[in-house]
């Protein structure tokens, strides 16, 4: 996937903004609140028709406007597509894909597969399990077809249950159907899960070797119930507790994944910018994997990635990401930090500055830099 031509218009502080980005690494550079991040912001609205900074649709669009748009011509290998995606200030959101609309979002989302990497992302070690679950269903709804039709009925039969439970004189028959259907969907969900972190871990590992060395480091998959147990019959034993609490305890809406040092949470012992190397790993591991099964490279967002990286991770993070063939967009405050993104292979340079974004003519020059 590679964006040919992107247009913003009325997106933050970007009034009218047209860039022609290249296939590789896309370096943006500009002061604290130029736009840089708000330039990520408009892929990740074209991408997934949010934001990645706010959950209200509001603050994103530029002061006085009543919506912004991002429109971009894409090449995902199998030819051109033409995207746009517009928000107003009601929260009408409107999607076009070569002039159609989509059946749902999740069209948008598969022709568009982007990674994101910001100093928010450090919580996929140490936050809640959700991001870490949306991390993996990124993943498995990208390699495996099948996974989002069963991953939404399985939402659909706990959202079901969890009704039911809610209820002070809850129908046991009624309660044994959905159930059912609970059980069977959970299946498949955990089953294309598992599969996919069975094979995900390998690239992650041999990935994560090539920027760190944590001996005994370690990734797992748990699918939110005992492994050793049938999960109807985890169901049954815990429909007491569960109706006393309201919803259920156990199954694929628990499952989380774990980054462990030995036996201890990894996340405990890593410093900050180790830390930033592990999650990169797997943001990056999982990009290439995507990659490697579907034979379409995904984009990458990367805001301010050379913060708490000395120069030498900086090194072998921007080298791993020249080696995978990805369209890259990164930011930063300081031009001369950047350097060590650009080397061998196709690049570009943006200064952004009070809204305006401008192609910079010295990324050469930007190459020889020592920083």
Not at 24 to 33: M, Q, V
Not at 204 to 222: G, H, Q, T
């Amino acid at each position: 996937m590679t964006i040919q031509t992107l247009k913003i218009t009325s997106l933050r502080n970007l009034g009218a903004v047209e860039l022609q980005p290249v296939k590789g690494i896309n370096l943006l550079f500009g002061e604290n609140g130029s736009g840089k991040s708000s330039v990520l912001e408009a892929i990740h609205l074209m991408g997934l028709a949010r934001s990645f900074r706010s959950h209200r649709i509001k603050p994103v669009i530029q002061h006085d406007h009543s919506q912004c748009t991002v429109f971009a011509k894409v090449d995902n290998r199998s030819g051109l597509y033409s995207v746009g995606v517009s928000r107003g200030t009601e929260a009408e959101l409107r999607v076009h894909i070569n002039g159609s609309t989509p059946s749902g979002l999740h069209e948008l989302a598969e022709l568009v597969p982007l990674q994101l990497i910001t100093p928010s992302t450090f919580s996929l070690l140490d936050g809640a399990p959700k991001l870490r679950r949306q991390f993996l269903d990124w993943g498995v709804f990208h390699v495996e077809q099948g996974f989002h039709i069963a991953w939404k009925r399985m939402q659909r039969a706990l959202k079901q249950r969890n009704t039911l439970l809610r209820r002070g004189n809850i129908d046991r028959s009624q309660l044994s159907v959905w159930d059912a259907e609970f059980i069977s969907a959970s299946h498949l969900v955990d089953n294309y899960r598992a599969d996919y972190i069975a094979r995900f871990i390998p690239v992650w590992e041999s990935v994560l070797a090539k920027i760190l060395d944590v001996p005994d480091i370690s990734l797992s998959y748990y699918r939110g119930w005992d492994r050793s147990a049938d999960f109807s019959e985890v169901l049954a034993a815990s429909v007491d507790r569960d109706i006393a609490q309201g919803f259920t305890q156990y199954g694929p809406q628990r499952a989380d994944l774990r980054v462990k040092i030995g036996r201890a949470n990894a996340a405990d012992y890593l410093s900050r910018g180790q830390q930033k190397l592990v999650v990169s790993a797997l943001k990056i591991a999982q990009g290439a994997f995507f990659t490697e099964e579907s034979k379409r490279p995904c984009i990458y967002l990367i805001d301010d990635l050379p913060s708490e990286l000395d120069k030498t991770h900086r090194r072998l993070v921007c080298e791993l990401l020249r080696d995978l063939d990805f369209q890259v967009f990164i930011t930063c405050v300081e031009r001369e930090s950047l350097a060590d993104f650009v080397g061998a292979g196709p690049a570009k340079l943006f200064h952004v500055e009070h809204g305006n974004v401008m192609e910079y003519d010295e990324i050469q020059t930007l190459a020889n830099c020592q920083v």
